[in-house]
T-cell receptor, first 113, second 113 residues
Framework: GNSVTQMEGPVTLSEEAFLTINCTYT??????LFWYVQYPGEGLQLLLK?????DKGSNKGFEATYRKETTSFHLEKGSVQVSDSAVYFC????????????FGAGTRLFVKA | DAGVIQSPRHEVTEMGQEVTLRCKPI?????LFWYRQTMMRGLELLIY????????DSGMPEDRFSAKMPNASFSTLKIQPSEPRDSAVYFC???????????FGQGTRLTVV
């Protein structure tokens, strides 16, 4: 079946450090891939997405590239801020009569000033 | 648009009582998802609807859980009878059928004592 695996957290970084959160997936067909962010006490927000191989999703300084050959969608940011502290979820979505989205376990990020 | 609206935001109930969680999806969206989030199990898809029809309810934990979508603008998730292990945050999300990526509500934090 379809699944998403992402690196375990927590990840602790200093402000302005480089961020990478690894994500790999297993899916039949051609899924769309997503990163969601969840701030404390809130629901998940869509951060970025990519719908086909080699697409790069980007938003708010975050980027991720859909790598079909390695079945990966790693999240990167060149310089993190304290306000980026949150839980990040990698997800995939396949069209099965409407898009069913499957999430990874989430990676908590702490950014220290 | 007000986004996905869930009610109540918090619910505390006694074991054995019936609990009903409510969700209003974004107008025009035709897919609706119910998720449960716990520390132990992460984010689990319980059920999803497309055009008001349940497509996949394989994530519903047991018969105590039921979900309905009587029309395009309203859905309920009911737990009867509730148990302490049902304590979690329940999220509703909606999406536009052929557009991947779901929009989440703020969630309902359920505590069963």
């Amino acid at each position: 079946g379809n699944s998403v695996t992402q690196m375990e957290g927590p990840v602790t970084l200093s402000e302005e450090a480089f961020l990478t959160i690894n994500c790999t997936y297993t899916a039949t067909g051609y899924p769309s891939l997503f990163w969601y962010v969840q701030y404390p006490g809130e629901g998940l927000q869509l951060l970025l997405k990519a719908t086909k191989a080699d697409d790069k999703g980007s938003n708010k300084g975050f980027e991720a590239t859909y790598r079909k050959e390695t079945t990966s969608f790693h999240l990167e940011k060149g310089s993190v801020q304290v306000s980026d502290s949150a839980v990040y979820f990698c997800a995939l979505s396949t069209n099965t009569g409407g898009f069913k989205t499957i999430f990874g376990a989430g990676t908590r990020l702490f950014v220290k000033a | 648009d007000a986004g996905v609206i869930q009610s109540p935001r918090h619910e505390v109930t006694e074991m054995g009582q019936e609990v009903t969680l409510r969700c209003k999806p974004i107008s025009g969206h035709n897919s609706l998802f119910w998720y449960r989030q716990t520390m132990m199990r992460g984010l689990e898809l319980l059920i999803y609807f497309n055009n008001n029809v349940p497509i996949d309810d394989s994530g519903m934990p047991e018969d105590r859980f039921s979900a309905k979508m009587p029309n395009a603008s309203f859905s309920t998730l009911k737990i009867q009878p509730s148990e302490p292990r049902d304590s979690a945050v329940y999220f509703c999300a909606s999406s536009l059928g052929q557009t991947p990526g779901a929009f989440f509500g703020q969630g309902t934090r359920l505590t069963v004592v």
